[in-house]
Nanobody, 125 residues
Framework: QVHLLESGGGSAQTGGSLRLSCAASLVTQSVYCVGWFRQAPGQSRVAVASIENGRTRYADSVKGRFILSKDLSRATLDLQMTGLTTDDTGMYYC????????????????????WGQGTQVTVSS
């Protein structure tokens, strides 16, 4: 059974920083894409950043502010978030998928094989 365990959520003020971490053995396996999604209240889940076959991709809204990286020694997927805005508020989910689904992640209805339970990020002004 696959487990994705998120940590690092919390509260920050605008302009602040937070670091999210997702612990999962899948992070070390190159046959999967891994990434983070955000779901704001009343909105759909959207991709924030992903790594697929060594290539990192970001949503336009976070480019230049968020950095996604793998720590293979710890088997974690880390999302460093800086320059936070209130629009970054939401539940953040770690996800993993076989490559056949990776192409859907930045589409309106993303699909993944595995989801974490989520960690809340709240940014206040």
């Amino acid at each position: 059974q696959v487990h994705l365990l998120e940590s690092g959520g919390g509260s920050a003020q605008t302009g602040g920083s937070l670091r999210l971490s997702c612990a999962a053995s899948l992070v070390t396996q190159s046959v999967y894409c891994v990434g983070w999604f955000r779901q704001a209240p009343g909105q759909s889940r959207v991709a924030v950043a992903s790594i697929e076959n060594g290539r990192t991709r970001y949503a336009d809204s976070v480019k230049g502010r968020f950095i996604l990286s793998k720590d293979l020694s710890r088997a974690t997927l880390d999302l460093q978030m800086t320059g936070l805005t209130t629009d970054d508020t939401g539940m953040y989910y770690c996800a993993a998928a076989a490559f056949v689904l990776c192409g859907s992640w930045f589409d309106p209805q993303p699909q993944a094989d595995f989801w974490g339970q989520g960690t809340q990020v709240t940014v206040s002004s």
